[in-house]
């Protein structure tokens, strides 16, 4: 575990680590970015305040699908934050954290052949804004104040995941998510890497963790990649 006052991307980094070797359980976290990386080559604004940290994860041949690992990070933080006083966060497929259906969190997962680099960003006190979507923070909402300590927290409870995760596989993992995840028969709009757009009510998820959407004509949609959006 270590911090440093600033950096371009932690993902970056901990990706340049992985190649050099680093072993699981690795983790960095900057107090602030210059180079934020965020999904589908959106930048991730980083002021200082909040939470930039990722950590390395070595896939196993016997592990679930590496993609699965998006919920596990989600679960992860989901528990770190209602721990620290705030239950009421929920999870949109696959790993962005809401507050009132704002973004408070998200988490870039990156890989380099068995190496999946995990990294997470989380509005502890300050909501920068993204385009397209309503941001919130945790500002006052939390009994800790410093992203330090958000930090140490997450670092526990993503060990606690993991393990499950390689251990006993993806239905415990599914199971933590579903709970804290929209309600089933929420609409959702899914824009997916063609172009195109999918509409329907989510329905669960399939036993790999891809989402699945009830569409108007009463089929169902498993949608293994995109960027999920409440209607
Ligand atoms: O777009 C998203 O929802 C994912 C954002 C992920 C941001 C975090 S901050 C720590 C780590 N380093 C990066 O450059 N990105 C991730």
Known sequence: MRTVAE?????????ALAAAGAPEGSWLRAERQTAGRGRQGKAWSSPIGNVYASTLVRVRADDPPAASLALVCAVALADTIGTLGCPTVTIKWPNDLLLDNAKLAGILLERHGDAIVAGFGVNLSS??????RQTASLAGRLWVHSAAELFEHLVADFA??????????????????????????????????????????????????????????????????????LV
């Open 7 to 15: 950096t371009g991307s932690t993902n970056a980094d901990m990706l």
């Open 127 to 132: 909501h920068p804004s993204i385009e397209g």
């Open 160 to 229: 606690t995941w993991l393990e499950t995760w390689h251990r006993d596989g993806l239905p415990p993992v599914i199971a933590r998510w579903e709970r804290q995840a929209h309600a089933p028969g929420t609409p959702l709009i899914a824009n997916l890497s063609d172009g195109t757009s999918v509409a329907g009510k989510y329905d669960g998820l399939a036993s790999d963790g891809a989402l699945r959407l009830r569409l108007a004509d009463g089929t169902t949609r498993v949608i293994h990649a995109a960027d999920v959006f």
